[in-house]
């Protein structure tokens, strides 16, 4: 068995984002995708089980083009060197105790940022430095969500029109995320995309860091909310 949590497009008042863990039953033994495949299916089940569907999983396993596409690892941001992607830009920018910004880290593949030995021997995070901007490490996830929300910002209408039009998702996956060990979800980042965009202020937000950063903090944290039938709820803020 396993937790991982469904991410539900609030409201501002209500902390922009709830988030839902589910006890699911965990496959293994399975090809990789096979198994994440069957992980998808059966944490979809459960939140639908509990009233909340459809969902869309974000990731590179995704069934849906709109799940894949928002995948972080397949988006890009703007810097002052030009377009970077958005896994290179959040790790070439943490600065740690005893070293950091490594800006080098923009120029090599993704997957080689992620697992740069300086990022664990480093000391620990203190902050982001971005184009000059230093990101604050509260509110928790600010400066993954500035990344993220910007390298999507271009394509907000055809994202809105897919993740909240017709088809209007009641909430977002990540089966690779895991709460206990990560902090940043790119299907929480979906689902404070999708309040922004109905409350009409993604845009107004996005203007400069400072007023991204203030408004993420003008919301603490909600109390854990406890529902029958799940093992834990938690309400949390972006």
Not at 30 to 45: D, G, P
Not at 97 to 114: H, N, Q, S
Request: proline share 6%; net charge positive.
């Amino acid at each position: 068995m396993a937790e991982r949590p469904v991410f539900i497009p609030a409201t501002e008042d209500e902390g922009y984002v709830r988030r839902l863990d589910f006890e699911i039953p965990w496959a293994g033994g399975f090809a990789e995708v096979q198994k994440k495949k069957k992980n998808i299916r059966s944490l979809h089940e459960a939140a639908k089980k509990a009233g909340y569907a459809p969902l869309l999983e974000v990731s590179s396993k995704s069934d849906e083009v709109a799940g894949r596409h928002l995948s972080a690892f397949h988006l890009r941001v703007m810097t002052s060197i030009g377009e970077i992607p958005l896994e290179n830009a959040f790790q070439g920018s943490k600065v740690f105790e005893r070293g950091g910004p490594y800006t080098d880290l923009y120029e090599v593949e993704p997957r080689d940022a992620k697992r740069e030995p300086r990022l664990r021997d480093s000391g620990a995070l203190v902050g982001f430095k971005f184009d000059g901007f230093e990101f604050p490490l509260e509110p928790t996830t600010v400066f993954y969500d500035w990344l993220y929300l910007n390298a999507i910002f271009p394509h907000r209408v055809w994202l809105k029109n897919r993740v909240d039009g017709e088809m209007r998702y009641a909430g977002f996956t990540d089966i690779e995320f895991n709460p206990s060990k990560s902090v940043n979800c790119q299907a929480k980042t979906c689902a404070l995309f999708v309040v922004l965009m109905r409350e009409n202020k993604l845009e107004r937000y996005l203007k400069t860091p400072e007023v991204f950063i203030a408004a993420m903090a003008a919301h603490s944290l909600r109390p854990t909310e406890h529902q029958p039938h799940l093992k834990q709820a938690r309400l949390r803020v972006g």
